[in-house]
């Protein structure tokens, strides 16, 4: 099952990142797919809000993983796109799946052996102008027909 969503703004594409976290279960993963520039830090931004963090969410390109602990629950925010033919063994799998808080992987086609079989894959589509098209699937049902509404 999965459920497709147009947003027209970047606003609209946070406020579907609040929702999603609105929704979620604890110790969601979400992977993020999509091409440079479609939206995927923009949704996380959305995520980081609806959890109250106050930190300024950047993409963790350079870093990898950038955690955040200063709002309601923790926001675990890791950017895959550097270890492409990398080892992983670097202590991601501690971080992915944290049973209190969320999970958001951008290129996880690059660490796939350290994602679990539940999470949840959110595909953005830059449509063109501010216009995304973003397609989640998995999770559990409760989650996609909350995002239906």
């Not at 949704?43 to 390109?61: E, R």
């Not at 501690?94 to 808080?101: A, D, F, H, R």
């Amino acid at each position: 099952m999965s459920v497709e969503i147009i947003t027209k703004s970047a606003n609209e594409t946070m406020a579907l990142g609040q929702k999603i976290v609105n929704l979620a279960r604890s110790g969601s993963v979400f992977c993020l797919t999509g091409d440079l520039g479609a939206g995927k830090t923009t949704l996380v931004k959305g995520m980081a809000q609806a959890l109250g963090i106050k930190s300024i969410v950047q993409s963790p390109t350079f870093n990898i993983m950038k955690i955040y602990f200063d709002g309601l629950r923790p926001l675990i925010h890791i950017d895959a796109y550097r270890l492409e033919n990398a080892n992983i063994d670097i202590g991601l799998d501690e971080y992915i799946g944290y049973e209190t808080g969320f999970t958001v992987i951008e290129w996880p086609e690059y660490i796939l052996k350290l994602i679990p079989k539940s999470a949840i894959t959110i595909n953005i589509t830059n449509l063109g102008e501010d216009n995304r098209k973003i397609v989640i699937t998995g999770g559990d049902k409760t989650l996609l027909e909350g995002l239906n509404k």
